[in-house]
């Protein structure tokens, strides 16, 4: 058994050297079929990366997702405190802020050109009001969290400003909608390109693979070094993509944050994370892979 | 070790039968030559030996196996226990002698070292010990023909075929080669050659074709 798993490491350990001495030994052509795939990978992965970024920017933009509580005016403070208290027990519920009536009171008189109106008021016109921070921000959890709110004793109001998350979220699902179409295009793209690299490659081997076979050689000795080649080169597409996608990061950085700043805001371009970039190599070597299988399923069947 | 048992074959389109009605039988050991004018049938019939061509009536069988019906992924382990030489050789022109050697090796999955040692006794076997990193296209007709052979031989194969092995040789070049495969067959090796040139083998057996039958 560990001679079989030995002599299998061995057999693919010689494909793939072989594989790369066939890379190097047409370097140029080796160089602009990775270079080509590349591009194609780079469009979705620069995508993938601006979307990241836009959803991070966003959250810092947006206010603190919250939800308001008015309470009825009448209310009074043992009811205050006991909702208080309810919230506080809430899972859904990250942190609360109760604001007093007296204190949104002194606020307003504070505020140009409402004080006298205020104080031409018999009484004080506010309520007590909390404000909820809810554990989990997606408009659906806070639809549901509101609408669980407005249910609890002496809650006359409860405001939930939706609107601007839903619109966000829906361009965001958008966004992410359209780098996937561009990824499926132009992945299929990339599987023709190992497709048709693949078939060069054949062809330029006919005898050696012909002799192979009167040698004794089976299908899978003569498709090994091609499917190493093949996603060796997915592989270093994926490489190049991620060093295009680097390199447009650092370029729109600087002038991206310096835009940033106008607006008040300390915010920088990140790269893509982790798991996005071995997403792009896993996917590059798959779809290196995938176009040589089809391609020897094609054309090597004819060589015999 | 290969018996023909009627053995009838017409390629597609090809008109008259490359082979018709040849029925024998070779021992293991057994040196045969097989003679004949150029489009006999010799090369058909190593072809079939290899299983690199199927024959249209009768059966051919090799070691018991009966090659006609190989199921295509058993093919390749009867050739890995048979030596081919070619007769247009077949060299790997962008590979060195040992690379060319070493090729049925890496095929049957052989460990490298010890691939290597063998390459080198079999390059040393047809007499070209120390040119194992030329390039073949370095080496002359005769040397080209030897590499075939150690190729061939490099698997220490029960049987050997070789299909004009001496044609485009002078007469000295020839005997030399012809004399590595009476080398073969003096240490057991069951040897089937196809040439016109039978006065290089002395002492073997002949069978004679004559458009496509065995005379």
Known sequence: MTNAVANWLAAHGSAAT??????????????????????????????????????GLAQQVAPTLEISLFLAPDAGRPAAEEIRRRLAAHRGIHGVRFLPREETLARMKGAEGLGEVIDALPRNPFPDAFTVRPADASPAAMDALAAELRR??????????????????????????????????????????????????????????????????????????????GTLQGFLAGIS??????????WLREPLADAARLYGLEWRLQGLTAADAMGVLATSAGLGWLGTTLSLRQFLGNIR | MIEFQRVGKRYPGGG??????????????????????????????????????????????????????????????????????FQDQKLLFDRSAFENVMLPLSIAGFPRQEAGRRVLAALDK???????????????????QRLAIARAVVNRPALLLADEPTAHLDADTAAAVAGIFLDFHRVGVTVLVATYDRALFPGARRLNLDHGRLQ
């Not at chain 1, 270079?35 to 959803?55: D, E, F, I, K, T």
């Not at chain 2, 039968?17 to 003679?35: H, N, P, T, Y």
């Open chain 1, 152 to 229: 609890l004793p002496q809650v006359e109001h409860v405001q939930l400003d939706s609107a601007w998350t839903r619109r966000l979220d829906a361009m965001l699902r958008l966004g992410r909608l359209g780098i996937l179409l561009l990824a499926g295009l132009l992945g299929l793209g990339v599987v023709a390109i190992a497709f048709s690299t693949a078939r060069l490659q054949v062809s330029t081997r006919t005898a050696e693979i012909e002799l192979s076979r009167l040698l004794g050689a089976t299908d899978a000795f003569v498709r090994r070094p091609f499917l190493w080649a």
């Open chain 2, 126 to 144: 047809v007499g070209l010990a120390g040119r194992e990193r030329a390039m073949p296209a370095g080496l002359s007709g005769g040397e080209q």
């Open chain 1, 241 to 250: 993509a991620l060093t295009i996608t680097l390199a447009i990061t650092l």
């Open chain 1, 18 to 55: 072989q594989a790369g001495r066939r890379l190097a030994s047409a370097p140029l052509n080796a160089l602009l079929a990775v270079l080509a795939m590349a591009v194609s990978l780079a469009l979705p992965a620069v995508g993938q990366m601006l979307l990241a970024n836009a959803r």
């Open chain 2, 16 to 85: 008259a039968d490359a082979l018709s009605d040849v029925d024998f039988r070779i021992e293991a050991g057994e040196l045969v030559v097989v003679g004949g004018h150029s489009g006999a049938g010799k090369s058909t019939l190593l072809k079939l030996v290899a299983a690199i061509e199927k024959p249209t009536t009768g059966a051919v069988l090799v070691q018991g196996q009966n090659v006609g019906s190989l199921r295509p992924s058993a093919i390749p382990f009867l050739r890995r226990n048979i030596g081919l030489v």
